[in-house]
C-alpha cells in the first residue's frame, strides 16, 4: 500500500479476532470471495439485466453482467497501470481482487425485474425512505449479508467506498408521487451510520469537498458530483458492459437490427470524427453479418478501443486524500462512443414494445407483493423476516424491513409468490 494512503482504508468496521491458520489473503481478496460466495451473488443468476428471465437462454443477466463487467474492470486497471511512471500512482490503483470484487458486487441491490422493480419500490417506499438499486447494495454487504451478526460481509473501508456511486445521503423531504418516478441517486437516511464510518479517514475540507451537489430540476433530487478513483474504473466497467454486451444480447436475438442502427446511431457518428466514425462504420457492418465469429470480433473491436484509451485524470484537486482527488476517465471522443452507444441499448432495447410490457408486468408484482406483506406481515412473511419485522421499531423500519425481502427476491421467485397469493 502506497505510504501516502491511509491504512484506514483497509480497516473493517467490526473487528475480526479470529483470524483463520496460515491466511495470507490480502484483505480484498477475502473482500472478493464474501462476495463471491454471499446468497446475494447466487440471486443475480435470476434477475433481469435488460430482457426478462426465460425470453431466451442467450441473453446476460445480473450475473453474468456482473462477471463481465469484472473481467472489464480489471482490463481497465491494468491499462491504468501500465501507463504510470510515478511509482506511488502506480501503486494507488486499485489491485486486480479490488476491482473484481467492486464490479462483482456493483449490482446486489437490484430488485427482480430489473429497473422496472426499482420504480414500484421506490414508489411504494414513498413515504418510508425510497429505495435505490445502489444504496441498497451498501445496506446489503454493510448490514443485511448474514455473514456476521449485524455487519453484513464486514468488507474493508476501500471497497466500500469503491461501491459508493452517490455518496450522500438522501434528503429528508416528503416526495410527491409526482416525483416518485425516478429513485433518488443517495444512500438511505438509514444508512447514514455506515456512510460517515465510510468516510472517516477523509478530513472535514475533503468530505466537504467529495459529498458536493447540484440541485436538479425536480426537488429534493440532488446530485452527487464525485466518486472515489475506484468507483470511477467500476462505473466505466459497468457502462461499458452495458453498452457493449448488452448491445450484442440485442442483435443476436434479433431485437435491433441494422436498419435500427442506421436510423439511431449512423446520423450521430459524425460527433466522433472522422477516424473513429469511419472504424465505427466497419465495426458496424461486422456487427450485423450472420456469422458468429465475425459478429464477436466486433464485439471485441469495440470493448478494446475502450479499454484501452482510458486514463487517469485529477477530478478534485483541492482534495489531498488521493482515493478522491483522482479519478478514471475515458477521452471525449470515446466517451461520446461510449454514450452514443448505450442510447442506442435504451432506445432500441430497453424501450421497445415487448421489453416494456415485461417491465410493467414486473412492476405491477412488485408493488402487490409490497402491499401484500405490509397488510398481512404477520401472517405472510417468512420467519427470519418477520423477526426482524417484529423488532422494528417504527412503521418506517418495518417498511424497510418488507423492502429488503422483497428487492432480495429473483424475478422467479417473485412471479411464483405472487401467483400463490393472488392467482385462483
Not at 458486487?105 to 418510508?128: I, S
Request: some cysteine; aromatic content about 6%.
Amino acid at each position: 500500500m502506497a505510504v501516502w494512503l491511509s491504512e484506514q482504508w483497509a480497516e473493517r468496521r467490526l473487528a475480526e479476532n479470529s483470524q483463520r491458520p496460515n491466511d495470507h489473503r490480502t484483505p480484498w481478496q477475502r473482500d472478493r470471495a464474501r462476495i463471491l460466495h454471499s446468497a446475494a451473488f447466487r440471486r443475480l443468476q435470476a434477475k433481469t439485466q435488460i430482457m426478462s428471465v426465460g425470453q431466451n437462454d442467450f441473453y446476460r443477466t445480473r450475473l453474468t453482467h456482473s462477471l463481465e463487467a469484472a473481467q472489464i474492470g480489471t482490463a481497465l486497471v491494468a491499462q491504468l497501470r501500465v501507463q504510470q511512471t510515478d511509482e506511488q500512482l502506480s501503486r494507488l490503483i486499485s489491485d486486480d481482487s479490488l476491482m473484481e470484487a467492486l464490479c462483482l458486487a456493483h449490482d446486489l441491490g437490484h430488485p427482480p425485474y430489473g429497473h422496472g422493480g426499482e420504480k414500484a419500490l421506490n414508489a411504494c417506499m414513498l413515504h418510508y425512505g425510497g429505495f435505490e438499486g445502489n444504496g441498497q447494495t451498501l445496506r446489503i454487504v454493510g448490514k443485511l449479508e448474514p455473514y456476521t451478526a449485524s455487519g453484513g460481509m464486514n468488507l474493508s473501508r476501500r471497497t466500500l467506498l469503491g461501491l459508493l456511486k452517490y455518496p450522500i445521503v438522501q434528503p429528508s423531504l416528503q416526495h410527491d408521487r409526482a416525483l416518485a418516478v425516478k429513485p433518488v441517486k443517495a444512500i438511505y437516511q438509514a444508512d447514514a451510520d455506515l456512510l460517515d464510518w465510510i468516510l472517516a479517514p477523509l478530513s472535514a475540507a475533503d468530505k466537504a469537498l467529495f459529498q458536493q451537489t447540484e440541485s436538479l430540476t425536480k426537488a429534493p433530487y440532488l446530485k452527487s458530483l464525485h466518486k472515489s478513483l475506484d468507483a470511477s474504473v467500476m462505473e466505466l466497467a459497468d457502462d461499458i458492459a452495458y453498452g457493449v454486451h448488452d448491445l450484442e444480447d440485442a442483435v443476436v436475438t434479433g431485437t435491433v437490427t441494422r436498419q435500427h442502427w442506421q436510423h439511431l446511431v449512423e446520423p450521430q457518428s459524425d460527433q466522433l470524427g472522422g477516424k473513429m466514425a469511419a472504424e465505427l462504420g466497419l465495426i458496424a457492418d461486422k456487427l450485423f453479418m450472420n456469422e458468429h465469429h465475425i459478429r464477436k470480433d466486433a464485439i471485441g473491436a469495440l470493448v478494446n478501443q475502450l479499454i484501452t484509451s482510458v486514463e487517469l485524470c485529477i477530478s478534485l484537486p483541492e482534495a489531498t486524500d488521493p482515493l478522491i482527488r483522482y479519478n478514471a476517465r475515458l477521452p471525449q471522443a470515446q466517451q461520446q462512443l461510449l454514450n452514443l452507444l448505450k442510447s442506442f441499448v435504451y432506445e432500441a432495447v430497453i424501450c421497445a414494445p415487448d421489453v416494456q410490457r415485461a417491465e410493467f408486468k414486473g412492476q405491477r408484482i412488485v408493488r402487490d407483493l409490497f402491499e401484500a406483506f405490509t397488510a398481512e406481515a404477520e401472517r405472510l412473511l417468512p420467519a427470519n423476516t418477520k423477526h426482524r419485522w417484529q423488532q422494528a421499531q417504527d412503521e418506517q423500519a418495518k417498511a424497510r424491513v418488507i423492502c429488503d425481502y422483497v428487492s432480495g427476491m429473483t424475478d422467479e421467485y417473485a412471479l411464483r409468490m405472487h401467483q400463490q397469493l393472488f392467482s385462483s
